[in-house]
Structures are given as C-alpha cells and as structure tokens.
C-alpha cells in the first residue's frame, strides 16, 4: 500500500534489547519515510562464542512495546529456518578490502561473514528505500556501506549518531548486564576517547594509543583494542595528518562483558 502510493520506507534492523539508541534509529526513520519497519532477530551466525549468544538478552515483549510507542509501524521478528531455510540465501562475495580484518574482525574471527549474511537476506525480504545503522557499530556500518554499494545501490545507508547516557556511556543492550561498579569503570571507554581526540592530530599515535590503554587498563578494565582507522577504508594509522577523517575505536572488557565505542574525529 505505502509502495503503490509512491512512499518510502525505512528498515531499523536490530537484535532486540532494544534502548534509546535503536528508538533514536527508528525516529529518525520516521521523521524521512512513510513507512517504518523494525526487525528482531539474534542472529546467531555473527556470534563467535556461543556463551555470548546464550547469554544475549531476549526481551521480545519490552522490545515490541517500545516499538509501538516510538510509532513504529510494523515489526517483523522471523523464525531462524525463514532466514536460514533448508534451501539457504545464495549470499553473493562481497569485496571488502581486508575492512573486515581488523578491529572488531581480527577479535571476532566470522563476525562480519555473519553480519553480512543476515543483513542481506534481511534486505532481500525487506527491500526498504533507507537502511538505518548506529554509528556504536562503526566497523559494521562501513562494511554495509560496501555490501549496499555492491549489491544494494538502490538502498540508502543512514548512520545514526551513537546514543549516550548523561555521563557518557554510549547505551548498548549488553549495558543491561553490566554491574553498577561496571558502569562506572565503562566511563572511562568514553573519557578515553575525549583525551585521544583532543590530541589530533598527531605524528605519534602509538606513544597515544599506549598512554590510553594504560589509563583504561588502570581503571580495571580490559583493553582489546584501542585503534584510530580511516573512516571509509578502516585502515589502521600511526599517524593523523590534518586532511585524515578518522574513527577512534576501542573494545573494552568490564568483567566478562566486552564493550566497544568510538569517536570520529574531526567531526563526531
Ligand atoms: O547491529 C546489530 O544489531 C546487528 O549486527 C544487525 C545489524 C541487526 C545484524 O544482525
């Protein structure tokens, strides 16, 4: 009916929890479409330890009730043999030019095979006009950029500036099952950032990048990474020139719970 009257529609996919960040996805949705389509599925080929997908918090029932009161139009939440049939998705090769190497990708080794997958077949089924992403999941978003390139060019990529708490802390569904002590050590993923942005540009970014892992490494949590990439190739960079667009990332363990974050740098 939107379609054959000429209107747009936007696609929040998500894996539920959902929170302000995936509502502030889905008003901005609104706010350019006609029509506003969430999705919920837990994915559980982007999962690379299965304790992690265990423990992935399921809240379908809070998750469809926030949706109706942000005005979401319809929410498609698909059974795993409609995503992953017995006859599976003929998932093309995207050339992603090692973008799914680092970060996120040298930690979570099928991460992105994962990702890439589902978000594909969700796009087959789906075909919205506007695909909107948050810019907590930097990495995934540049890599979606290239699947949409590749093998979506008639779908716009939307990235929605990340959704912090007051203090800092940019919300996440895996924020649930963080203690009080842990939410307050996650701060510092967020200060970390601040203090590396505001020493850009520089020729020494590994003397930075050491300084930082220490500060955060001294508040208690576990630094997996802290990297500054190129915003559209994600190649990792010693040194920062004025003319660079940047993204500062960080994956963090507070206790057994891992947390990423980032920062653009000029502009966030
Ligand atoms: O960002 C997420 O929640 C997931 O990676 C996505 C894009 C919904 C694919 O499962």
């Known amino acids: 009916m939107c379609r054959a009257t000429g209107g747009t529609v936007g696609f929040v996919p998500t894996m539920g929890a959902l929170h302000e960040g995936h509502i502030s996805l889905i008003e901005a949705s609104k706010k350019e479409n006609h029509f506003t389509l969430g999705s919920i599925f837990v994915n559980p080929t982007q999962f690379n330890n299965k304790e992690d997908l265990a423990k992935y918090p399921r809240t379908e029932v809070e998750d469809t009730e926030m949706l109706r009161k942000a005005g979401c139009d319809a929410v498609f939440i698909p059974y795993v043999s409609e995503i992953y049939p017995e006859k599976p998705y003929h998932i093309p090769e995207i050339d992603l030019n090692g973008m799914d190497e680092v970060m996120e990708g040298a930690f979570r080794?099928?991460?992105?095979?994962?990702?890439?997958?589902?978000?594909?077949?969700?796009?087959?089924?789906?075909?919205?006009?506007?695909?909107?992403?948050?810019?907590?999941?930097?990495?995934?978003?540049?890599?979606?950029?290239?699947?949409l390139d590749q093998q979506f060019p008639q779908i716009r990529m939307n990235t929605v500036p990340t959704y912090r708490s007051e203090s800092g802390l940019a919300l996440s569904s895996r924020n649930r099952r963080l203690t009080e002590e842990q939410k307050v050590q996650a701060l510092a993923i967020y200060k970390t950032l601040l203090e590396i942005k505001s020493q850009l540009p520089s020729n020494n970014v590994s003397e930075i990048l050491t300084q930082s892992k220490e500060n955060l490494e001294n508040t208690g949590l576990k630094p997996e990474y802290i990297?500054?990439?190129?915003?559209?190739?994600?190649?990792?960079?010693?040194?920062?020139?004025?003319n660079d667009?940047?993204?500062i990332c960080i994956a963090a363990f507070a206790g057994e719970i891992r947390l990423i974050d980032n920062m653009l740098w000029p502009e966030d």
């Open 245 to 247: 667009r940047v993204a």
């Open 109 to 147: 080794p099928g991460h992105f095979k994962g990702v890439l997958q589902v978000v594909y077949i969700l796009l087959k089924i789906v075909e919205p006009d506007v695909l909107y992403l948050g810019q907590k999941d930097f990495q995934q978003q540049a890599i979606l950029r290239l699947l």
């Open 227 to 242: 990297s500054i990439a190129d915003q559209k190739t994600l190649s990792i960079l010693d040194k920062v020139t004025e």
